[in-house]
């Protein structure tokens, strides 16, 4: 007898960035931190990379009517309950993102991908500027330090730092900041430090001193293979936020479930590795 079918219906969520060839970050990392926090995830690619566990070694993006003919794709077939953006690669295509995303109902968490591990600058000064707009659209805007840094025009070196760099994101619009401390410092634990808006952002004229701010402590996992670490974050909170979990909530339980990706990373390649968005020590 031919079994019958039993599918399942879980909720969406839509990850627009760009290919990892070596399947450590980028789309790849996204579409596995979605499926181990309970979503579908369909995926928009911006950009395909040369890299590996060692380095990228070529950057092609793709043209933004082509990014835009995705993405009507997947809103035209799919509900999707989150999106998560991550590398955009160029002015054009922030640009044109920003106009599929802005004023839509899913909530939108906005990874700028702008600056690499080594502390290169990816993006040109112009696709930088255009991000402003996507990020006053976003639900959750998630920089490192060294993005932050970007962002704000101000050094983030401190957990201080970034709390105040969070405080001046929510200002320019954004409903909530999460300001990584992975970059920040080389002590014994890692502070991640969340700021969310009063009234869900706002519209630039927000006071920065009436936000609110929670900082996450972790131990500091000794190790470098934390490629993809970004991108399996920022897709594990637009997960749990498309499954309905409050913010601070999604935040809390995606940066918790983040020590076990990297503590059982990947060791693959001959280069650092990348983390593990599937692993799981507990919880939901």
Do not use: W
């Not at 004023?103 to 112009?126: C, F, N, Y």
């Amino acid at each position: 007898m031919t079994p019958a079918r039993d599918p399942v219906s879980p909720p969406v969520a839509l990850a627009i960035a760009g290919s990892d060839a070596g399947g450590g970050a980028g789309i790849q990392a996204d579409l596995k931190a979605m499926t181990a926090h309970g979503v579908f995830g369909a995926s928009v690619v911006t950009a395909t990379t040369a890299q590996n566990t060692r380095g990228v070694r070529d950057v092609h993006a793709v043209p933004s009517a082509h990014v835009a003919s995705q993405c009507d794709a997947v809103f035209d077939d799919f509900d999707v309950g989150a999106v998560k953006t991550g590398m955009l690669a160029t002015a054009e295509t922030v640009e044109t993102v920003t106009g599929v995303v802005e004023g839509g109902e899913a909530p939108l968490v906005v990874d700028p991908v702008m600056v690499a591990a080594s502390g290169d600058r990816l993006l040109s000064p112009d696709a930088e500027a255009a991000y402003e707009e996507l990020i006053g659209a976003a639900t959750l805007v998630t920089p490192n330090a060294d993005e932050a840094e970007v962002l704000v025009d101000a050094p983030v070196e401190t957990p201080t730092d970034a709390e105040r760099a969070g405080r001046e994101l929510v200002a320019t619009g954004a409903d909530a900041a999460l300001v990584k401390g992975g970059h920040i410092g080389d002590g014994a634990r890692v502070t991640d430090t969340l700021v969310i808006g009063p009234d869900g952002g706002g519209d630039g004229t927000v006071d920065p001193d009436s936000t609110t701010a929670r900082r996450f402590e972790n131990p500091r996992v000794a190790t470098d293979a934390t490629h993809g670490s970004g991108c399996a974050l920022s897709s594990a909170i637009a997960a749990r936020l498309a499954r309905g979990e409050p913010l601070t909530t999604a935040v809390a339980d995606a940066v918790d479930r983040m020590g076990a990706a990297i503590r059982r990373g990947y060791d693959v390649g001959t280069g650092p590795g990348a983390v593990n968005p599937t692993a799981f020590d507990g919880g939901s």
